[in-house]
């Protein structure tokens, strides 16, 4: 075997060695572009994603006549489907953005969070009264989609505990008191 007239062949194939060079380049910066995607980036979204599927589980579980093997084969998309039918109706639009952004990621390379990925969750009524939201604006976009992740977990929690509309109530009437205390003030 003749290995100097086979790496000739195989120059040759390229249009010469620099062109065999060039092409091997290429490709390599463009797998390390590839490898450098933003991995905290990614990961947060990824987390966040599994975390509400988790508790989307959870809630289905509880609520729904699905049994355990039925609400593992659906897909993210169906589960919020289902909570149409439920008192997580409210989350089912903001949810579908989640997971749009999701699967951007999940899909694209390249893909990255960007504040109108997160503008829909923004809008959802109760993460802008959200605890967890304190200033979003210092906030990077997957952070603030991941403390959206947070609220939906703490809402199934609430729509799955038995007693939560008497803290609900009492929050309620705290709110018209601060607001009654606050306007006397002025």
């Given at each position: ?90 989350l089912v639009v903001s949810l579908e953005k989640f997971n749009q952004v999701r699967n951007k990621l999940?899909h694209n390379i390249n893909a990255t969070v960007e504040k109108d990925d997160i503008l829909p969750l ?65």
């Amino acid at each position: 075997m003749d290995i100097e007239k086979r790496v000739k062949e195989l120059h040759d194939a390229y249009g010469g060695k620099d062109a065999f060079n060039d092409v091997y380049t290429t490709r390599s910066e463009e797998m390390e572009h590839a490898w450098g995607s933003d991995i905290i980036c990614i990961g947060l979204v990824l987390r966040s994603h599994l975390f509400v599927e988790y508790y989307l589980n959870k809630f289905l579980e509880k609520s729904t006549q699905l049994s355990e093997r039925q609400i593992h084969q659906l897909t993210f998309y169906n589960k919020v489907q289902h909570l149409k039918e439920t008192k997580l109706i409210g989350l089912v639009v903001s949810l579908e953005k989640f997971n749009q952004v999701r699967n951007k990621l999940s899909h694209n390379i390249n893909a990255t969070v960007e504040k109108d990925d997160i503008l829909p969750l923004l809008e959802y009524q109760g993460f802008q009264n959200h605890y967890f939201v304190l200033r979003t604006e210092d906030k990077k976009v997957e952070h603030i989609y991941e403390t959206y992740a947070k609220l939906v977990g703490q809402k199934v929690i609430e729509a799955l505990d038995p007693h939560y509309h008497i803290q609900e109530k009492l929050m309620k009437d705290a709110s018209k008191e601060f607001v009654r205390i606050y306007r006397e003030g002025e």
